[in-house]
Structures are given as structure tokens and as C-alpha cells.
């Protein structure tokens, strides 16, 4: 068993149903990367689909199976990766709860997802306990498998600072060694009265508001010091983060990177914009979803020559095309030498050629539920082992162990 938090890896995706292109080429893909070189964790996030959703749970069930499906149709590997839903773990509550205890209600209320989905899902009722607190319980998701690495979208960066935050505070709290305040604490009087209570007042305001200018003032008020050792300078900067003994390790985050995946309309491909093609969706459909595409709306007749950079049949190609048809496709845009349905035929092709061993893939998983279940039976096991771990440990350290 690996423990080096650097080797994990952690990442979790709601069940929202069905997954389109726009998955597999962003997050899909690189977990299949990742499960090759790193030990992974993939999980259903379905907890986290009822902070936002929390009226109609008649569709959680079924969109967690058809997600499961569509990993293991995709390529995620069973054999490499642990897969497993949240819901199962429910060690996972009991972590959310307890850093919830030591949590300032200003770290979440100050998470800029909080404020942007209040008013864009201005339709749904977000005002609630468990939306505020959704971030803090992705903490407990990561932290719970002390993952060094969480592959997230550029949205989700934010919630791995915060799990940062929530980390190092809860080290602070929980994870002093015997002494270490103490000498911490002679350590800040050796830089003199007025300095010592800067660097108090610079701390305090740091660990209970997370306020990193006055980290950074801290850092550079203990840099400046020459008439300490360098000793109790690490005492004190490791005091001024809380440092201590690292019982659950701050994650990195690791930014998937984005493709351009166009949608049916040019615009980035998401369900709710209804302009995308789904995984497994039937060929049939996939051919008249691109058949019907707009494209550059200058070309009204056949004769008329359009313009690639109008056109978001284009950015498909651009995914999926290599620079021979690239040079055909654009070339013949310009000169009206092709029409729009023969531009599209490579690409109809090509989500064909590359969607044909998912079919397959899926086909055999829809034939055996009984597999995919008992894959995620395996894989709620060993999570579960994990977070077994890491709650004693967690337990332990704040005292709620009682002999
Ligand atoms: N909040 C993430 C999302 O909405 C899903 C998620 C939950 C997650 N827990 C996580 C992602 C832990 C990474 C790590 O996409
Ligand atoms: Fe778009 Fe191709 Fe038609 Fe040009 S020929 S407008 S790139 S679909």
C-alpha cells in the first residue's frame, strides 16, 4: 500500500446522468492518464448532488449507474482505480462534520462559487445549511484519502485551496507536538515586544481569516529577523501556518486541462446549453445531430464560399480532424470546392470510429449489471478501509477516543 500522499490520487464527479463528449475529452481522458501512473480514487459524488437538488431524488439512483457505466465504458479501469460512491462511505459525513466544527463560517461564505450559483441558479432554493457547506464536505472527500493530487476543472480550484486551508488549520488545532506552542511562543519574544505582537496579531489574523496578505507580512516580518536562530525561525513559520504534526496533508490541485470541446452550437459543450452529443450516444443520432449543425450561416447555396473561423462544424475539426482534412476541409470551405455535408462526414465518422469501443464496452457492463455493482461493492470496500484509517487517526487527535 502506497502512502506517500504524493502517489494519490482523488477525484469525484456528481451524478448528473448520461456524460457527453465534452466529459471524455476533458475529465475522462485524464483520469484513464492518471490511472496508469498513479494510485487512484474516483468517486460518485452523490452527497453532493443533494446540495443543490435536494427536492427531486427520483433521478440520483439511475444517473449514478449510467455514470459508472459511462467510466468504465470510457476506459476507467477497475483494476487500477478504486471506484466507489460517496454515499457508501459514510465516513466521509463524519469528517464533514467534525472539520465543520473548526471551520469559520467566513472561509465558506467567501467561496466564490457560494454567491455566483445563488444568483445564476437564481431558480432553485440554495439558501440552505447544505449548499453553504458543500465545499467544506469536498474537503472531507479529499482529505479523507490524504490524496496529494485532485484533478479539477478551473472552477473547482478554489475548493482545493480551501481544503488546503481547512488542512492546515485543522494540523494546528490537532496536531501539535508536546511544547511546540510553548517554545513557539519564547521563540516570537526573542524578535522583541513590537515585532512579537505583530507577528501575533499577523497570525491571528491569517488562521481565523485565512487572510493571506497577512501570511505573506508574517513571512516577511520573520525573514527580516536576524537576531533569532534559524530554528526557532521553522518554529515560528511553521507556528505562524500551523504547523504541527500533519495528520491529514494539504492536496495540490491538479488542473485538468481543458479542451476546446465544442458543442453542437459553437459554445463549449454542457448540458445546459442542450447542444451536446453524449457518450453512448446511438450512431444514428450522432450522425443527425452533425448533419443538422449550423454552420457558416454566408453559406446559403452550395455555390457560396464560407468561412471556417464562422463555422463551429470548424472547431470540430480542429478535435478531431488531422491537418490533411483540416487543409481539404478549409480549402473547400473557401472556395465552395465542397459542401457543408461533406465537410462533416469526416467528423461522423470519427466520433463513430472513437465511440465504437465504448459501445462495446458499455454493452457488456449493461448485460451484467451484476459486474459493475460488484465493482463498486469492491471499490466502497476499500475506500472504506482507507477512511476507516484516517478516522482513527482523525479521532485520536481531537480526543474523542474514549477507553
Ligand atoms: N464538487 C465537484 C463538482 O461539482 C465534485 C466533487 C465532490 C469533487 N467532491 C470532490 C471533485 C472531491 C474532486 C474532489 O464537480
Ligand atoms: Fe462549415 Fe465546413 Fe460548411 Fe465551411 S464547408 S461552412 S467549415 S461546414
Redesign the pocket.
Known amino acids: 500500500m502506497s502512502i506517500n500522499p504524493n502517489q494519490r490520487v482523488?477525484?469525484?464527479?456528481?451524478p448528473t446522468g448520461q456524460l457527453h463528449l465534452g466529459h471524455y475529452h476533458g475529465v475522462l481522458k485524464n483520469w484513464i492518464e492518471l490511472q496508469h501512473q498513479y494510485e487512484c480514487f474516483f468517486f460518485v459524488?452523490d452527497w453532493?448532488a443533494l446540495t443543490t437538488a435536494y427536492e427531486d431524488t427520483s433521478i440520483i439512483a439511475e444517473s449514478v449507474w449510467d455514470m459508472v457505466i459511462d467510466w468504465l465504458a470510457a476506459g476507467v479501469n477497475p483494476g487500477e482505480a478504486t471506484l466507489f460512491i460517496q454515499s457508501r462511505v459514510p465516513e466521509h459525513a463524519e469528517l464533514h462534520l467534525l472539520l465543520s466544527m473548526c471551520t469559520p463560517l467566513g472561509w465558506l461564505e467567501r467561496v466564490p462559487t457560494y454567491k455566483d450559483q445563488q444568483e445564476k441558479l437564481k431558480e432553485k432554493d440554495l439558501a440552505t445549511y447544505g449548499f453553504l457547506g458543500y465545499p467544506l464536505l469536498?474537503s472531507a472527500?479529499?482529505l479523507m484519502y490524504r490524496a496529494g493530487m485532485?484533478p479539477?476543472g478551473e472552477d473547482?480550484v478554489v475548493?482545493v485551496e480551501l481544503t488546503r486551508e481547512v488542512a492546515r488549520r485543522f494540523n494546528h488545532l490537532y496536531g501539535k507536538e508536546e511544547g511546540f506552542e510553548e517554545k513557539a511562543e519564547a521563540a516570537a519574544k526573542k524578535m522583541g515586544k513590537k515585532n512579537a505582537r505583530l507577528y501575533f496579531d499577523l497570525r491571528r489574523q491569517y488562521q481565523e481569516q485565512g487572510d493571506h496578505e497577512s501570511l505573506e507580512k508574517a513571512r516577511a516580518l520573520l525573514e527580516a529577523q536576524q537576531n533569532i536562530s534559524i530554528g526557532d525561525k521553522e518554529r515560528l513559520s511553521g507556528y505562524l501556518e500551523g504547523g504541527g504534526k500533519v495528520i491529514l496533508p494539504e492536496p495540490e490541485a491538479l488542473l485538468t486541462p481543458q479542451p476546446k470541446m465544442p458543442g453542437l452550437d459553437g459554445q463549449k459543450m454542457s448540458k445546459s446549453y442542450g447542444n451536446t452529443i453524449s457518450l453512448r450516444e446511438h450512431p444514428e443520432s450522432v450522425t443527425q445531430k452533425i448533419r443538422t449543425m449550423p454552420t457558416d450561416p454566408a453559406r446559403v447555396k452550395r455555390t457560396d464560399p464560407g468561412d471556417p473561423n464562422k463555422c463551429p462544424v470548424w472547431q470540430l475539426h480542429e478535435v478531431y480532424s488531422s491537418d490533411e482534412v483540416k487543409t481539404w476541409a478549409s480549402e473547400g470551405c473557401r472556395s465552395a470546392g465542397i459542401g457543408c455535408l461533406d465537410c462533416k462526414q469526416p467528423l461522423i465518422d470519427a466520433i463513430l470510429k472513437e465511440q465504437e469501443p465504448i459501445h462495446q464496452r458499455a454493452d457488456e457492463y449493461l448485460e451484467n449489471p451484476d459486474v459493475v455493482k460488484n465493482i463498486i461493492h469492491e471499490g466502497c470496500e476499500k475506500a472504506r478501509e482507507e477512511a476507516r484509517d484516517t478516522m482513527d487517526e482523525v479521532r485520536q487527535a481531537m480526543g474523542l477516543v474514549y477507553k
Not at 10 to 14: E, P, W, Y
Request: aromatic share 0%.
Open positions: 482523488l477525484s469525484g464527479m456528481r459524488a453532493h469536498q472527500d479529499i485532485v479539477v473547482q475548493h
